[in-house]
C-alpha cells in the first residue's frame, strides 16, 4: 500500500471557503479561463466537436458461458465437431442507444456492471475494435465516425484500468506526455515551446492536487509507489494532457476518496464549460454532489436505454411511475436500482401499475414528453453550427499540428519529436529499474568470468580446436539467451503503448526506433564487459585487429538476437505462444549455427535453416577471425603414433582433426575452416548480412506494433469445466422454469415476506459467536530510510459479537495497516499495546479462528466457486467436525450468498470467469465456510464495486451481524444507505490518529452531533460520511487538529474507561471460544491429500500449460532426431552422438521457462491468503505442487523418448534403451525441481527468468560436453563436475549409447603414414599399441608403406577418454541422477522454508 496518501486538495482549501457559497466553483477555474482567453487572442480558433448518436445498435459473439476444456476432454474431437457446428449466438450489448452532447454539456452514463456502459463510452470515443457488428450512427461535430478516425488525439477516452511504467516517476509520466502535445503554434506571450510545456504540466499536477508526488514511482501491484487514488489521478493527468474536444471517462474515480472525487467533477465541470468539451462520464456510487454536476443522465439496463434526458427531471421521472426515492439516498444509485427487484421500494397504490422490467420501462419513457425534447436535438449534426463549428475545429487542430506531419495523421508533434521523447522515456524505465538491469550486467560478468575460467588458456594446437571453438560459441549463445527477455518485456509494455497510441501520442515506429537506441549503450556495455574478460582468459588470438573483429561481431549479432526476440514478441498476440515460438526457435538456431552439427553434416531436410540463421553468420565469422592464418599441431589422440620411442616427424601423421592432409603432423588454420565450408573472406560479408537481418527484424517489430490491438471486450464470461458441464446446465433449466412461473410479475411486497422468513431459517445454522475482541494503545512503527514513521499511533478501540464495526478515513491515513497489525498479517515493523480476545492473549489458533478477506481477490483460478470454498471449510474447520458436516455448511454459505448459480462455474481471471463483485462475493465466503468463531475483517468489500453490489455485500455483514458475528470492516466513501447499516464507527487521520471511536447513532446522529460539537455542523442532505472525511482531511477541517480535540474529549475518556470495563469483565468469565492448541486445524496428513487434489484438479484442467509442455517435449525431440537422423559409425559421428544427448537438456530451459509463472502465482496465492490464515502448512503447499506435476511429466518422458530415441539410430536391445528411459525420466524431475526451487525463492517471475540462464548455463558448462573432464580446469573439476547433475545425465545416456559399438574410420579420418626403413606397419607400431595407443583400430598391418589407423576401435574406447571407465558407470551414474531427484525436490522444501516468515506479535 501506498502510504503516501492522498493530501485531498489542500491547496485548493483556502479557494473553497470563499466559495462555500457555491459549492459548484472549482478553486482552479480562473486558470483555465485565463488560458482560453490566451487562445483566443492570439487568433487560435477554438475546438468545439460535440458527439450525437441514434439507433446505436452493438452485438458481439455471446460468450455468457464458454467450456473450460481439461486435459483429456481437448481431444474428444467428435465432441468438438459437434459444438463447432453451431453458430456461436451473438449478444447485443447496447439496444438502439441514441443521445446528443453537445459543446459545453456533460453527460453521466448510469447502469450496472455489464449493462454496456463502457461499451457506449467505446463508440462514443471511436473505438470500435473487437465488436462484431455495430449499427447506427455516431456523428463528431459534423463528420461521421470513418472520417473522426484521424483526429483520435482528440477524442479521448479514459479506460477503467490504470496502465503505466510502474518504474517511472510520476513526473517523468506527466513529462512524456506533454511533451508529446506541444502545439506548434503557441499563444502570444510564452516565451518558448518548452516554458508551455512546463506550464501545462505544472496546471494538471496542482489541478488533481498531487505535485507533491512528482519525484515518487508510479508503482504497480509489485513495485512500490505512489498510492492507488494517486495512480489513478495521474491517468486523469495522462488524458488531459491530450488537450482533446471530446473525453470518455470510464469510472475515473475508482479509488478515490469522496472528497477527491467531487473535486475531480468540479475540475471537469470547469474545463468543460470554459474550453466547449463534450464530457461523458460513466460512474459507480457517484455521490449526489458529483450528480448534480451533469446536464444530462443516460440510464442503461443490460443495452436497454430507459431513460435519456436533462439531470434534473431524472428522480420526478422516475418517481412519477411509482418508485420511491428514500430521503438522503444517492440519485444515481436509485436510477439504476429501478430495474431491481431486490432495491427498488414501489410507492403505495402503483404495486399493481409499475413498470415491471427495462422493456416496459424504455416503453413509457418513449411515450413521455422528454423523449421528444430530446430528440428534437438529433439533427444538430447537420445545423449549421455544427459545420461552423467542425470547420473551425479543422483549423484549430491543423494549427496544431507540425508542419512536417501528413495532412491525416492523429498526432501532434513531428516524429522526430516523438523519437526524441520516446528515447528519453526508454532510458529513464531502464533507469528507474536498476534491479533488473544490474543483475543483466552482473549476470554478463558473472558468466563471463566462469566461462573464461572453464575455457581457461586453451591451448594453440589440435586439442584446442574443440575448446577454442566451444568459447566462441558460448558468447553467441550467453548474449542471445540474455535477450530473450525481450518476449517478456514486448509484452509488459503493449498496454501502456495501445494506449498512448490511442490517445494519439506518438506513432509505434517511433517507439521501436527509442528501443533500438536505448539497446545500443546498453549492448556496447555488456558486450565489452564479455568480450574483455572472455577473450583474454581463453588466450584467444592475441592481435587486436583479431579482438576488435571479435567485438564488433558479437555486438552485431546481439543487436540482431534483441531484434529477431522482439519481433517474435511484437508478432504475436498471446504471450503462451510467443514463449512457445521463442523457446523452439532458440533451440534451431543453436542446433544450425555450425557447432554442434558441422556445416558439411547437416541433413538437406533442415540444412536451409543455416541459411537464415544470424547466429551461424556469426559463428563462422567469429571461426574465420580465429583461425585465419595459423598453424595448429597436432597432439595427444591427434597424432598418430607418438608416445616414447615415436619423435620422428617424417612417420607420424594427423588423425580426427579436419582439414588435415593425410602425412602431415600439422593443419593450416584456413584448411581447417575450409573443411566446414568456412572462409576468412565471409567474415566481413557475414557482418553485414547480420545488420541486414537486423534491419529485417526491426522492420517486422514496425510492422506487428503498428498492427496491436487491444483484445477485444466480449463483456465477462463464465468458464464452466467440461467435467461440471451437466451439472449446470440441469440448474439452468430449472432456474428458468422457476423465472418462467414468475415472470408475470405479480411478486409483490408479501412475497419478499415469505421469503424472508425462509432465509431466517437457515440463519439458524450459522456459526454464533461470543468472544470480545479488543485493542488498546495500539501503535505501530516501520523504519524507512528517512527515520522511523508511524503508521498507528495509540489506537483503541473493541468488536463485540453483533456489532458491525466501520472503520474509515481518507486514502493514507492507516485502515488497511490497522487491519493487518489486528489480524496478525504483518511481518515487519514493530508493534506495541495489547491485542487481546476476553481479555486474554491472543490464542495459538487466532489467525485461523479470525476471518480476514483482504482487498484483492486472490484465488486459484482453475477452482470452481464451490471447490475453493469446499478447500476452505476442509482445511480450517476443527478436526473433530465430520467430514459430512463441514460440505453441508458450505451448502448453506453458498445459499446465503446467493451463489449457487455460480458454485460450479470457475473462478477464472478477471475478465474471463467470475466479475468483480462475484469475486468479491467468494472472497466473503471463502472466509465465512471457515466458521470463524472470534470475528471478521474486511478490508474495502465495496471499493470497485457499483452501488447495487456494494450495498448487497453491506447488507449480507449486517446479515450476519444480526446473527451474532462480529464484523470490522474497512470502507471507502460509503453512501448514506451503506453507512446507516453500521453500529459504530473507528475513524482515522492521517498517520493513524483516531479522530472518533464510538456509535454511529440512529441515521448518524450521534457523529453529526459529535462534530457539531466541535464546530463543523452536518448539511441537511450531504452524506454524513463524505462530511465527516472533508472534516477530517480536507477542506472542511478549520485548521484543528481533530486529533487533539478527541483526545481532550469526554467521549474519549468514556471510551477508555469502558474498554477497561470490557477487559475486566472479560477475563473474569470463562472464555467465548476455547483454543485447542493446533496451528493447523487439520493433521498434515490431511492436509497433504486436500491440498495436493486442489493441485491435481487445477493442472488437469490448466490446459495452456499441459499443452505447452507436450508441445515443447514433442517438437524437440522430433527436431532433435530428424537432424540427427540415423547417426552412423565414424569417429566424427561420435560427437554427434554427444550433441544429440546433449541436446535433451535442452528441454529444460523452456519448460521451465513456463512452469516457474506457475509457481510464483501460486506462490502468491498461499503466502497473499492462505498462509496468513493458517489453512495448511508451507509443507503441504509445495508437496502438493510437487505431486501434481508428477504424471505429466512421465508422459513427457515417454513422449520425447518416443520420438527421439529411435530416429537416431540408438541401440535397440532392451537392456540400452530401458535403461536410457529410466535416465530420461529422471531428468524430467531433475530439471522440474531445479526450476521450482529457483521460483520457491524468486521475488517475482522476472527475477526467475535472470537466474534461470545462470544456473543453467553453469550446469551446462560443466558437464563435460563443452569441455572434455581432462581439459577442466583442477579449480573447478573436483567439485563441481561431481556436484553436477547433468554430468550424470551425459555420463549414463553415453555409456548406454556407445559401450562396446564399433567404430568404421571413414577415408578422411585415417592417419596415414610412411613406417622408417621397410618394416610392416604392425612391428612398427607394436610399441604405440601397447601403450598410448591401445585403443586404436590398425587397418593393415602387413603393408610396408601407407599405414592405416584409426583413432577408435569401439565406442567404450572413445568413452574412457571422456571419464566413463567401465559399463557399470551407466547404471552408477543412473542412480546418482535419482539422488539429484531427491536432492532438488529438497531444495525446493529448504527454500520455500527459508521465506516463510512468521507474523509480527503485539509487544
Known amino acids: ?237 495522462e488524458c488531459m494532457a491530450s488537450r482533446g474536444s471530446v473525453f470518455c471517462w470510464d469510472n475515473s474515480t475508482r479509488g478515490l476518496d469522496a472528497s477527491t472525487a ?290 564488433i561481431i558479437l555486438i552485431a549479432a546481439t543487436m540482431c538476437m534483441t531484434a529477431f526476440f522482439r519481433a517474435i514478441g511484437a508478432a504475436f498476440r498471446t504471450f503462451d505462444a510467443a514463449s512457445k515460438v521463442s523457446g523452439f526457435m532458440i533451440s534451431a538456431l543453436i542446433m544450425y549455427n555450425g557447432y554442434m552439427i558441422q556445416k558439411p553434416k547437416m541433413h538437406p531436410w533442415f540444412g536451409w535453416i543455416y541459411w537464415i540463421n544470424p547466429m551461424a553468420y556469426s559463428f563462422d565469422a567469429l571461426l574465420s577471425n580465429e583461425f585465419h592464418d595459423t598453424i595448429i599441431p597436432c597432439v595427444g589422440v591427434n597424432l598418430v603414433p607418438n608416445g616414447p620411442g615415436y619423435a620422428d616427424l617424417e612417420h607420424q601423421s594427423c588423425a580426427g582433426v579436419g582439414g588435415a592432409i593425410q602425412g602431415d603432423n600439422i593443419v593450416y588454420g584456413d584448411n581447417y575452416l575450409k573443411s566446414l565450408s568456412y572462409s576468412h573472406a565471409h567474415v566481413w560479408r557475414n557482418f553485414g548480412i547480420i545488420w541486414a537481418w537486423w534491419v529485417l527484424f526491426v522492420g517486422i517489430t514496425i510492422f506487428a506494433t503498428s498492427k496491436w490491438r487491444p483484445l477485444s471486450e466480449g463483456g465477462p464470461s463464465l468458464l464452466i469445466p467440461r467435467e461440471k458441464a451437466k451439472i449446470v446446465k440441469a440448474i439452468q433449466n430449472n432456474d428458468e422454469e422457476k423465472a418462467g412461473a414468475t415472470s408475470s410479475g405479480e411478486e409483490t411486497v408479501y412475497d419478499k415476506e415469505a421469503s424472508a422468513g425462509e432465509a431466517k431459517d437457515s440463519d439458524k445454522d450459522l456459526v454464533r459467536n461470543t468472544s470480545v475482541f479488543t485493542w488498546k494503545n495500539l501503535t505501530y512503527t516501520v523504519k524507512t530510510p528517512s527515520g522511523d514513521r508511524v503508521l498507528l499511533d495509540n489506537v483503541h478501540g473493541w468488536v463485540k459479537p453483533g456489532m458491525l464495526g466501520a472503520l474509515m478515513g481518507s486514502s493514507g491515513a492507516g485502515k488497511t495497516t490497522l487491519l493487518d497489525v489486528l489480524a496478525q498479517r504483518k511481518t515487519d515493523g514493530t508493534i506495541k499495546g495489547s491485542i487481546l480476545v476476553d481479555g486474554r492473549p491472543l490464542p495459538v489458533s487466532f489467525q485461523r479462528s479470525a476471518g480476514y478477506c483482504e482487498q484483492l481477490d486472490v484465488h486459484e483460478p482453475f477452482s470452481t466457486v464451490r471447490e475453493a470454498l469446499e478447500f476452505s471449510a476442509l482445511l480450517r474447520q476443527p478436526r473433530e467436525v465430520p467430514r459430512e458436516e463441514k460440505l453441508k455448511y458450505v451448502d448453506t454459505i453458498i445459499d446465503l450468498l446467493e451463489l449457487h448459480d455460480l458454485a460450479d462455474t470457475l473462478i ?131 485548521g484543528k487538529d481533530w486529533n487533539q480535540v478527541w483526545l481532550e474529549s469526554p467521549e474519549h475518556q468514556a471510551v477508555t474507561e469502558e474498554l477497561d470495563r470490557i477487559i475486566d469483565d472479560a477475563a473474569s468469565k470463562p472464555p467465548g471460544t476455547l483454543d485447542d492448541g493446533h496451528e493447523f486445524a487439520m493433521p498434515l496428513w490431511e492436509q497433504l491429500k486436500i491440498v495436493s487434489n486442489r493441485n491435481n484438479i487445477s493442472l488437469f484442467r490448466n490446459t495452456d500449460y499441459i499443452n505447452n509442455k507436450l508441445a515443447l517435449h514433442i517438437g524437440s525431440a522430433l527436431f532433435n532426431g530428424f537432424s540427427f537422423w540415423m547417426i552412423g559409425d565414424s569417429v566424427s559421428d561420435l560427437q554427434m552422438r554427444l550433441f544429440t544427448i546433449f541436446n535433451f537438456i535442452f528441454v529444460a530451459p523452456g519448460v521451465i521457462a513456463q512452469l516457474q509463472p506457475l509457481f510464483i502465482e501460486r506462490r502468491n496465492i498461499f503466502e497473499a491468503r492462505e498462509k496468513k490464515s493458517k489453512m495448511y502448512s508451507w509443507i503441504a503447499f509445495v508437496t502438493g505442487l510437487v505431486i501434481s506435476e508428477i504424471p505429466y511429466l512421465c508422459v513427457c518422458a515417454v513422449l520425447y523418448f518416443a520420438c527421439w530415441y529411435y530416429t537416431t539410430g540408438a541401440p535397440h536391445a532392451s537392456s540400452r534403451a530401458g535403461g536410457t528411459f529410466f535416465v530420461m525420466l529422471m531428468y524430467e524431475f531433475v530439471y522440474t525441481g531445479i526450476g521450482q526451487f529457483i521460483a520457491a525463492y524468486a521475488p517475482n517471475a522476472i527475477f526467475a527468468t535472470l537466474a534461470n540462464p545462470l544456473v543453467i548455463g553453469i ?55 610412411n613406417p622408417p626403413n621397410g618394416t610392416t606397419c604392425a612391428e612398427y607400431l607394436e610399441g604405440y599399441m601397447m601403450g598410448m595407443g591401445h585403443a586404436t583400430n590398425l587397418i593393415n598391418p602387413g603393408a610396408t608403406e601407407g599405414c592405416r589407423v584409426c583413432q577408435y576401435t569401439s565406442g567404450s574406447d572413445y568413452l574412457q577418454t571422456i571419464n566413463l571407465k567401465s559399463y557399470g558407470y551407466g547404471w552408477r551414474d543412473a542412480g546418482i541422477v535419482c539422488v539429484f531427484v531427491a536432492s532438488s525436490y529438497a531444495m525446493v522444501y529448504a527454500l520455500m522454508k527459508l521465506r516463510t516468515k512468521t507474523s509480527k506479535k503485539a509487544e
Open 1259 to 1313: 550446469l551446462v558448462s560443466f558437464c563435460g560436453v563443452l569441455v572434455p573432464y581432462q581439459q577442466i580446469q583442477v579449480f573447478w573439476r573436483y567439485w563441481i563436475y561431481y556436484l553436477n547433475p547433468f554430468n550424470y545425465l551425459m555420463g549414463s545416456m553415453l555409456v548406454f549409447n556407445l559401450w562396446d559399438k564399433k567404430i568404421e574410420c571413414r577415408d578422411q579420418e585415417f592417419a596415414v603414414f
Open 262 to 551: 467531487l473535486e475531480w467533477a468540479k475540475c471537469i465541470r470547469a474545463m468543460t464549460d470554459v474550453m466547449g468539451l463534450s464530457t461523458i462520464v460513466t460512474l459507480y456510487q457517484a455521490s449526489n454532489g458529483i450528480y448534480d454536476l451533469f446536464d444530462k443522465v443516460l440510464v442503461l439496463d443490460y443495452g436497454k436505454e430507459i431513460y435519456y434526458g436533462p439531470m434534473k427531471e431524472a428522480r420526478p421521472f422516475m418517481e412519477s411511475l411509482g418508485f420511491e426515492c428514500q430521503e438522503g439516498a444517492n440519485v444515481a444509485d436509485y436510477l439504476t436500482g429501478v430495474t431491481v427487484p431486490t432495491e427498488r421500494v414501489v410507492r403505495s397504490g402503483f404495486e399493481k401499475t409499475f413498470p415491471r422490467n427495462a422493456d416496459q420501462l424504455r416503453e413509457v419513457y418513449q411515450k413521455s414528453d422528454i423523449y421528444p425534447r430530446m430528440a428534437a436535438e438529433y439533427n444538430y449534426p447537420t445545423t449549421e453550427e455544427a459545420r461552423e463549428r467542425t470547420k473551425q475545429f479543422e483549423e484549430g487542430v491543423a494549427m496544431e499540428k507540425d508542419k512536417h506531419l501528413a495532412k491525416d495523421s492523429p498526432y501532434t508533434v513531428s516524429f522526430y519529436q516523438q523519437v526524441k521523447a520516446c528515447i528519453a522515456r526508454q532510458y529513464q524505465i531502464v533507469l528507474g529499474d536498476k534491479p533488473t538491469f544490474l543483475i543483466k550486467q552482473g549476470s554478463t560478468l558473472a558468466q563471463a568470468l566462469i566461462a573464461g575460467s572453464l575455457f581457461y588458456n586453451a591451448p594453440d594446437n589440435s586439442a584446442g580446436l574443440f575448446v577454442k571453438s566451444g568459447a566462441l560459441f558460448f558468447s553467441l549463445l550467453h548474449n542471445s539467451l540474455i535477450s530473450m527477455s525481450e518476449v517478456t518485456d514486448s509484452f509488459s509494455g503493449r498496454p501502456v503503448l495501445l494506449k498512448q497510441k490511442g490517445l494519439g501520442f506518438f506513432h509505434p515506429a517511433a517507439f521501436c526506433i527509442a528501443q533500438v537506441a536505448a539497446d545500443i549503450p546498453v549492448i556496447i556495455m555488456q558486450v565489452t564487459v564479455w568480450s574483455i574478460v572472455l577473450y583474454f582468459m581463453v588466450a584467444l588470438s592475441m592481435d587486436a585487429g583479431a579482438w576488435f573483429t571479435y567485438w
Open 908 to 1038: 477464472g481471471r478477471v475478465g474471463a470467469g467470475l466479475s468483480v463483485e462475484q469475486r468479491k462475493r467468494v472472497t466473503i465466503g471463502v472466509e465465512l465456510v471457515a466458521k470463524p468463531s472470534i470475528l471478521i475483517f474486511l478490508d474495502e468489500p465495496t471499493s470497485g464495486l457499483d452501488g447495487q453490489s456494494a450495498y448487497n455485500t453491506v447488507r449480507f455483514l449486517r446479515k450476519l451481524a444480526d446473527v451474532g458475528q462480529a464484523v470490522l470492516v474497512t470502507i471507502h466513501q460509503p453512501s448514506q444507505q451503506l453507512f446507516a447499516q453500521f453500529d459504530t464507527l473507528l475513524l482515522l487521520a492521517k498517520g493513524g490518529k483516531t479522530v472518533y471511536f464510538g456509535e454511529i447513532g440512529d441515521n448518524a446522529q450521534t457523529v453529526k452531533d459529535y462534530f457539531a460539537k466541535y464546530g463543523a455542523p452536518c448539511p441537511e442532505e450531504t452524506n454524513p460520511a463524505e462530511h465527516m472525511i472533508d472534516v477530517v482531511s480536507g477542506s472542511l477541517s478549520k
Open 1 to 237: 500500500m501506498g502510504v503516501q496518501g492522498d493530501s485531498s486538495s489542500s491547496s485548493a482549501a483556502s479557494a473553497q471557503e470563499e466559495n462555500a457559497v457555491d459549492n459548484r466553483q472549482w478553486g482552479l477555474k480562473h486558470k483555465v479561463e485565463a488560458i482560453k482567453e490566451l487562445e483566443q487572442s492570439s487568433g487560435i480558433p477554438a475546438r468545439e466537436l460535440g458527439v450525437t448518436w441514434k439507433d446505436l445498435t452493438v452485438q458481439v459473439i455471446n460468450s455468457d458461458a464458454a467450456i473450460q476444456e481439461n486435459v483429456l476432454s481437448q481431444f474428444n474431437i467428435p465432441k468438438k465437431i459437434q459444438e463447432g457446428r453451431q453458430k456461436p449466438p451473438l449478444k447485443t450489448i447496447l439496444d438502439s442507444s441514441h443521445g446528443c452532447v453537445k459543446p459545453g454539456e456533460m453527460l453521466l452514463v448510469l447502469g450496472r456492471p455489464g449493462s454496456g456502459c463502457t461499451t457506449l463510452l467505446n463508440l462514443l470515443a471511436n473505438k470500435r475494435e473487437g465488436y462484431v457488428a455495430v449499427n447506427g450512427d455516431v456523428h463528431f461535430g459534423s463528420l461521421n465516425a470513418k472520417e473522426a478516425h484521424k483526429y483520435r488525439g482528440q477524442i479521448v477516452m479514459n479506460n477503467e484500468e490504470e496502465v503505466f511504467f510502474p518504474t517511472l516517476t510520476v513526473g517523468q509520466t506527466m513529462d512524456f506526455a506533454t511533451r508529446l502535445n506541444i502545439p506548434y503554434k503557441i499563444p502570444d506571450g510564452v516565451a518558448s515551446p518548452e516554458e508551455y510545456r512546463k506550464e501545462n504540466m505544472d496546471f494538471l499536477l496542482e489541478a488533481m492536487s498531487i505535485p507533491h508526488t512528482k519525484d515518487t514511482k508510479v508503482g504497480n501491484e509489485y513495485v512500490r509507489g505512489v498510492s492507488g487514488g494517486e495512480r489513478k489521478r495521474v491517468s486523469i493527468m
